[in-house]
């Protein structure tokens, strides 16, 4: 019986993979994980899921100099970062290597279908409000000419927190907000989760 090393199968794939793929293809995926190396380099893992359930994943890599570029035009065109839980659409090229396997080099992202994407999600949850009669109810409440005590559910690092604080504290009128944190994720499957467990903190 014929028989092939390791190393021989494995680059039987990767001959048969470059011969038989196109250079790169646009795919829609979750980003899974992601990390970002000390020399600035950014590894990924792309998943697709239906409700709870995985579906797919690969592994994919964003060398540094195309990270830079691509996540500073992303962030300055959508207005978030690129981060864990965010659907994508990416230019990728299929990658084998001897040793690591199959991965995925991301060239491109197109930013216009984050912005779709994030329009659509807004209006499914907008309907979902509606559908269980809560989207109006803040408007039933009487609010105080000037409220004092705010809760704020936000994760303790972010960006946003540090700015409504000052603007708070610095207001042009001189007023005193009694400002409480109700610590949260804001990011990631647990986020929703972790949001209500702590709106349930300020009630």
Known sequence: MGHLSLLELNELVKETLSANM???YWVVAEIGEMRLTQKGHCYLEL????ERTTLAKIRATLWSYNYRRLSGWFEATTGETLRAGMKILSKVEVSFHQVYGLSLNIKDIDTSFTLGERARKKQEVLAQLAEEGVLEMNKS????RVPQRIAVISSPTAAGLGDFTNQLENNRFGYHFDIRLFKALMQGDRASESITEAMLQVF
């Open 22 to 24: 196109e250079p790169s």
């Open 47 to 50: 998943i697709e899921k239906e």
């Open 141 to 144: 409440l009487q609010l105080p």
